[in-house]
């Protein structure tokens, strides 16, 4: 423990252990402080945050650019409250606090509560800044509070000390340094020359520690103890994730693991337990709902209080409400301690995990394309927590959310084995791809998993519907050899599946092909043949979707008439099913307002095309609003409406380039012809 004093104000010291010496600027906490404390207020700010944040230096910074406001002096005391010692006990620190502040050894009081009451009529007309470093507890904290409303009080710790928040403390979190912050405290600590020739390796390193100030001193300290080694070269050793945390360690000094193991030892067994646990998430963030089920997988009593722990211990960081994140360095601490799971234990939680976000992607999947059929999956847990959906909206909302974990739940569950899962979960992203359209490199990467789990699993026509789907999105690149590749193995793995359904399906992701790469009369040879095995089998959604396609083709080959009939009798045949498909039940409308805009019919069209761009925005689906709004902006052009028609082409464009869509440049073009 460390104590300066202010004995009497005749002799007022006014030492604080020295700043740090690579402090690098929090301005926003700083100004908070100033804010809180600058001119007193005796209720403790609370500066929280995991260790090796930079708390302590923050409070020295500070108090050293305020001390000057406080005449009667500055207390500091370390109360260990997170180390190999055990805590400093409240009486042992109110003691030597007394004694600085002038009370004769022989004089002060032998209980804590008359030494409290003692401390607190001293301090009744005095105005003192006191640091309490290293807080553990409130308890710790309560009886160091000096009475004098013209007295500050700085707490550090890494537990938030919520007790204290009723009494009027106020929590400031501290958060990691920002890149350019990271940069620069390097620069301090190693030479700002070296950093300077290094910049590309000094961001990468900075990056690697996540903006911790602990993590930050530790490269330093090798920088500094190798002058020839490369910024770089530290930077390329750190990124192994495998490694870091054993590179981020000085013998016989700093270490980023010690650091956090001191706050693991403070945590309870659930608390500890799904840690350890939650550290095998396969996405970076997640909700209440994942760590619900994998706690009662887990045998934790509830998920609730262990999360609180974790969160008390600054271990986890709620970012947003109900929705948690690891900081990196953390996470590798806890993958470390989860190595001492037995690996069934570690794989049974990775399972939960990746089976819950298919459970409730389904949920979702259910609202927004109840018509889906495929293949069944037999869970091996029970999913608990899963989502409700009151609508489209709500549906759609969460899988754009949870995106990047089922993306990462369908990667893990490959690279553990598990094909069938792996497979679900890649399948379950469809609403998501159909509606929101994420971009197209990520549907690439979403549906080449999706056909090497399939033939792992070695389920044929779980194949061809990825195939089917590679084939979309490699003409959407404008891939067309690749794609009409993809669209041929589709077809025949519907065979080989015994599936004559899906074959027609395919075969029109094959005329696709054929329209997008300019071969439009074989497209349309196709189509009418797939519309006719639909009709031999009396499928009359494939019958809907067929007359779709032809009918957004035949305007552009001078049948623009005959694709009216065609959608016409689309809609008629989607009938009902409309409630259950909205989606192309609005293509409808789109395509028969392509078509009356080729016939001339330009009042018919624009009505058309502004409730296909209305529905589409509706539903979600902005690459088919762009679309809408683009044909909306041809029609204003013919109407000799060229502001409009501009309008219209920037909103498409805009929409487009959002999507990473290549028709952003071909409506681009349009807009340019606008005028």
Known sequence: ??????????????????????FTS?????????????????????????????????????????????????????LDGFSDNEPVDPGVA???????????????????????????SITADRSVLVILDNARTPSQVRGLVPASATSAVVVT???????????????????????RDSVALLARAVGGARIARERGGAQDLADICGGLPLALLVAAARLAARPRLSVARVAVEL??????????????????????????????????TLYRRLSLHPGVDFGSGVVDALATAAGCAGARAPIEALLQASLLQERHEERFRFHDLVRLHARLKAQEDDAGDRDAAVLTMAEWYLAAARRADAVLTPYRTGPSYAAATEPASLPRFGGRDDALRWLDRERANLIAASRVALELGNAALA??????????????????????????????????????????????????????????????????????RYGDAGDPRGRLDAQQDLASVYRESGREERAAAMLFGVLAGYRRLGDSRGVGLTLIGLGMLLPGLGRAAEAVVLLREARAAFGDAAVADPYNGVRVTLGLA?????????????????????????LGASHEQAEALALLGRIALRR?????????????????????????SAVRAELRLAG
Do not use: C
């Open 1 to 22: 423990m460390h104590l300066h004093q202010a004995p009497a104000r005749s002799a007022v010291p006014r030492q604080l252990p020295p700043p740090a010496p690579h």
């Open 26 to 78: 929090r301005t926003g906490e700083l100004a908070q402080l100033d804010t809180l404390l600058g001119r007193g207020g005796a209720m403790p700010a609370i500066l929280t945050g995991p260790g090796g944040i930079g708390k302590t230096a923050l409070a020295l910074q500070w108090a050293h650019s305020v001390k000057h406001r406080f005449p009667d002096g500055q207390l500091y005391v370390d």
């Open 94 to 120: 109110l003691t030597m606090f007394l004694r600085g502040l002038g009370v004769a050894p022989q004089h002060v009081p032998g209980t804590p509560a008359e030494q409290s009451a003692l401390y607190r």
């Open 157 to 179: 710790s890494r537990s938030r000390l919520a007790g204290l928040v009723p009494g009027g403390a106020r929590i400031i979190d501290v958060p990691p340094l920002r890149a």
């Open 239 to 272: 990124a192994n994730e495998a490694t870091r945390l054993e590179g981020l360690s000085v013998p016989e000094g700093l270490s980023v693991r010690a650091a956090f193991d001191l706050s693991y030892r403070t945590l309870n067994s659930d608390a500890a």
């Open 423 to 492: 497979w679900h979960l890649s399948d379950a992203l469809w609403p998501l791809l159909l509606f929101v359209k994420p971009p197209l490199r990520e549907r690439l990467e979403v549906d080449s998993r999706g056909v090497a789990a399939a033939r792992l699993w070695g389920e044929p026509a779980a194949e061809a519907v990825m195939l089917r789907r590679l084939s979309r999105v490699l003409t959407k690149l404008g891939d067309y050899a690749a794609a009409e590749s993809h669209a041929h193995a589709a077809i025949r």
């Open 594 to 618: 392509g078509a009356l805009l080729a016939t001339g019919d330009l009042p018919a069209a624009e009505r058309a095309a502004a409730e296909a761009a209305r529905g589409m925005r509706d």
């Open 640 to 664: 000799d409406d060229a502001g409009a028609a501009r309008r219209h082409y920037r909103a498409a464009m805009e929409l487009f380039a959002a999507a990473g869509s290549p028709r952003a």
